[in-house]
Structures are given as structure tokens and as C-alpha cells.
């Protein structure tokens, strides 16, 4: 590319037969500036600029807050030409001069252009969101590392669009903050035995707290508890004991049964 631009601008002085300063130079500044703006157009900073484009036709839209797995679920809303289609499990809000006016559905909708916008585009499926890692202190006073995954969907668009600014790091906050308190009621024993009951525990918090702001928590999994390296060592002994006595046991059971 380089050589034909620059090929092109030596033959368009050739061709001239007495060319001016002023031509010659206007040749170069422009052979100069296609150079400038390809070099710039292919470089691999200017590639990882350019936005990932949606299935709508629009840029991906980061309206979520700090977490960032949450920000790759949101979507941009498309531009209003008249008509809309609205893709299956797909809900757009629109706003009318401003003020909410209504929800579509999926299907082919009429709107008025520079009247009516598209405000918001929610999915309605199922989507998955990971518990970020946090620090808890159990009740005999044991600092854990427990993290897991939520299960999220969008029940009430309206909702979901002026709720809450963030609704879904909404959610997984209130997810952290009961899966905390949970953890603090239980020994480390009971912890590790109790997850299907902190699990449903922290379904129903989230759901109590997002209904204002129209989500609805499918489930809740915690994926891993962690005590520290001093705490897994003594439990290690413990069991490693534990096992020696039952051997112990069984050997002494059966002396007694064979002198009988």
C-alpha cells in the first residue's frame, strides 16, 4: 500500500511537464498524509480501539459499575429508524420526548423517528455472573476466602431500566453481604457442611432485594471456602488421627471377638 501511494504521487510529477513549487509540494503533503493516516489506521493500538460491534448493530454499552463481568452484559441500544425488529427473549424500553413510554416485545414494531428512542435493551434469558472472591469470619473466629456464582434474569424490564442505575453489581452485592453474614453464623465445621442451606439463604435475600429493581435470582452456587494454610494443615492431622483411632478400634473389636 505504501509503494503504490507513493508510486502514484512520482508519476503524477513525471506526467506534469513543468510543475510548480506549489504542485510539487501539494504531491508531496498529500502522498505524506495517506502514508500518516494508513500507518495510524493499522496499527495494533488503533485496532484495539475500534469497539466490538453487537449483534444489534450497536456498540456494546458498559452501563454496568465496577465489576467488570457484569459490564459485558450490557447492550447498547440500537438507533431508531421507524421500524424495529425485536429479536426473540430480547425486551427494548422506549422512551417518548423523554419520559418511559413503553416495553417491546419480540416481534416487528412501528415507532416515530426523533419522537420515540430506545432507551434500553435487556436480555431476558437466563445469564450467570461470577461471586467475586471475598475474606469471612466464621463464629470460632476462622477468616475464610468463599466465592461462587449467581444466577440472574431480568423479570421487569421497566424496572431493570430505572430501578437501579446498576442492577445487576446491585445483585451480586447483596450476594456478598449474605453470603458474609451466613458464614458468620456457622463454625468452620458447619460451614463446609451447610452450603445448599446458605445457597437457598442467599436466593432469598437477593430475590427480596431485587424485586425493586426487576431482577429475579435463579440460584446461588458457592464454588470454593478457603481457610488459611495453618487451619488446612491442622484439619489434615485431625482427620489423620481420626482414622488412626477408628483402626485402633476395629483391630481391638476384632482381638476381643476372636478370644471369644
Known amino acids: 500500500m505504501n509503494n503504490l501511494i507513493k508510486l502514484t504521487s512520482l508519476r503524477s510529477l513525471r506526467h506534469s511537464h513543468s510543475p510548480s513549487p506549489a504542485t510539487a509540494l501539494r504531491t508531496l503533503t498529500t502522498c505524506s498524509s495517506l502514508l500518516r493516516n494508513h500507518s495510524i489506521a493499522s496499527s495494533p493500538a488503533a485496532s484495539s480501539l475500534r469497539p466490538a460491534q453487537s449483534f444489534l448493530g450497536g456498540v456494546r454499552h458498559f452501563r454496568a459499575g465496577n465489576n467488570s463481568d457484569s459490564r459485558s452484559h450490557e447492550i ?4 431508531n429508524w421507524g421500524i424495529r425488529i425485536v429479536p426473540e427473549r430480547m425486551a427494548f424500553v422506549i422512551e417518548r420526548l423523554g419520559k418511559y413510554h413503553t416495553t417491546l416485545n419480540s416481534g416487528m414494531h412501528f415507532l416515530i423517528p426523533l419522537v420515540d428512542r430506545i432507551a434500553f435493551v435487556h436480555s431476558l434469558k437466563e445469564e450467570v455472573f461470577n461471586v467475586p472472591d471475598q475474606t469471612a ?6 477468616r475464610v476466602q468463599v466465592d461462587g456464582v449467581i444466577y440472574l434474569k431480568i423479570e421487569d424490564p421497566h424496572l431493570a431500566s430505572y430501578g437501579a442505575e446498576h442492577p445487576f453489581d446491585a445483585a451480586i452485592q447483596v450476594a456478598q453481604g449474605i453470603m458474609r453474614s451466613a458464614l458468620g453464623k456457622l463454625t468452620l465445621d458447619n460451614a463446609f457442611k451447610e452450603r445448599e442451606n446458605i445457597n437457598d439463604e442467599i436466593v432469598r435475600g437477593v430475590n427480596e432485594a431485587a424485586t425493586s429493581y426487576g431482577l429475579k435470582c435463579i440460584r446461588c452456587v458457592i464454588k470454593d471456602i478457603n481457610p488459611p494454610q495453618t487451619v488446612r494443615q491442622a484439619m489434615e492431622l ?4 481420626e482414622r488412626k483411632k477408628r483402626v485402633k478400634i476395629l483391630v481391638s473389636e476384632g482381638k476381643k471377638s476372636y478370644v471369644v
Open 238 to 241: 485431625q482427620a489423620d488421627a
Open 137 to 142: 469470619v466464621t463464629q470460632d473466629n476462622v
Open 76 to 79: 447498547a441500544p440500537p438507533i
